[in-house]
């Protein structure tokens, strides 16, 4: 239910312990205790697999017809019980289920299972960004992702260091990102700054004299001001956030699980207060496990759409958007894949150390990669000239025919180059504003959205994964009021537009 704009507060109260199945007898709910993340009982469970694992091997030995064993035991299985599933296990998941258990009321109460398909992470979106981080946002609620997410990363051991184990280094490179505009976008740009500047981000503007004095290897023409963020602005290294997140989380008792989510068991409920409503809540998640016929439903109290790119497909399964006329059930969670070009090539005599993720007038972005006179950038395609989503081919004609004129204006240095590799990423991009898609469903109660960033998720990923946690045990946002990212805002269309996609 939408009530004056806002997630029902009916709802959250808080979520997860309302939504819990009690217990027979009528007495109150209790939470479990989890003994999965002790490290003796990991030995326990350990010892016990390797005693199976012998026993299975004597007697597939003593059986005729040699291959066949009757105790084939698929790896993985989540529990048959959970109280919060996370479908998806990029960055976004996992980072939701380090704050439920950093922020849980009482140490090993929650039970918190992540389904990924592909633990490889090969196609991941999180591994194929390009790993950037700014505060050089239109709307103030992205600026305090980008602050609070600037902060986790500076401290980040104290956060998910692991007792024994090698600290993090995030590899983050301080060196700010500038943004130049036109005559006719500089009014946009300064009144941008401001709003930077009023949330607490560190923001400069630059004249095109001032520019061309700090970056002499910058050609200005048709630059009228630029902005420049002097601190908690750079890039890092996507893969050991993942990473981090992860094994934190599996240190603290997470499950992680191989498989893929296929099916919703769904219960609904009629309610009348102003008309017919159907509400309806996910009873159990179905999860297909790999090279098998295996499929294991999973008895849950909260799920959280986790699925990136990917999230609309997980969404229709618990009915959102299709099977109904009704206005609010009819409406579809709005977010794709797109997908991404990025090109690395080399200009030995580009840009030096000090060389910031510039976004040109004409939207071409890039960065110096690593010191030996590399460079990675490119370009979001027109609308009409999206490419086609079924792999992640890279076209090189599109940095050839697009990309690299507008570089080479830019820098003239880089009218010599040499294109080295090339890689294509997906963006779960929000057709309708662009912007994250965080919070309840107003009518499947126990679905929680956090994706539909559009290209800012990775920097964004400590921030909401603390939110969700939030809404979920405290039943609302504390630490950032999301409100503004709700699902509602989809039904009564209401943009949350933000200036600085790109």
Known sequence: MVVGGRCCPRRLA???????????????????????????????????EKGMENFRKKLKASLPGGGWSPLNITKGLPPEQADVVIVGGGVMGWSVAYWLKALEPRRDTLR??????????????????????????????????????????????EHLGVLNEPPIDIQFNPLGYLFLTSENQAAALEENVRIQRAEGAQVSLLSPAQLKKKFPWLNTDGVAVASYGLENEGW???????????????????????GEVTSFTISREMVMPEGKQTFSRINYVHVQMPNSLECQPVECAVVVNAAGAWSAKVAEMASIGVGSSKIQEAVKLPVEPRKRYVYVWHCANGPGLECPKLIDTSMVYFRREGLGGNYLGGLSPAEEEEPDVQDLEVDHDFFQENIWPKLAHRVPAFESLKLKTTWAGFYDYNTFDQNAVLGLHPLVENMLFVTGFSGHGLQHSPAAGRAVAELILEGKFKTINMERFCFDRFISKEQVLERNIF
């Open 236 to 258: 890092f290294d996507p893969w050991v956030l993942l990473h981090g997140f992860r094994r934190k989380a599996m240190s603290m008792g997470v499950y992680p699980c191989h």
């Open 14 to 48: 808080p979520l997860l312990y309302r939504l819990l199945p009690q217990p027979a007898g009528g007495c109150g709910w209790r939470p479990r205790t989890l003994h999965t993340g002790r490290p003796r009982h990991r030995a326990l469970f350990g010892d016990l």
């Open 112 to 157: 918190v299972v992540v389904i990924e398909r592909d633990p490889t992470y090969l196609q991941a979106s999180t591994v194929r960004s390009v790993g950037g981080i700014r505060q050089q946002f239109s709307i103030p609620e992205n600026i305090q992702m980008s602050l609070f997410s600037a902060f986790f990363l500076r401290t980040i051991n």
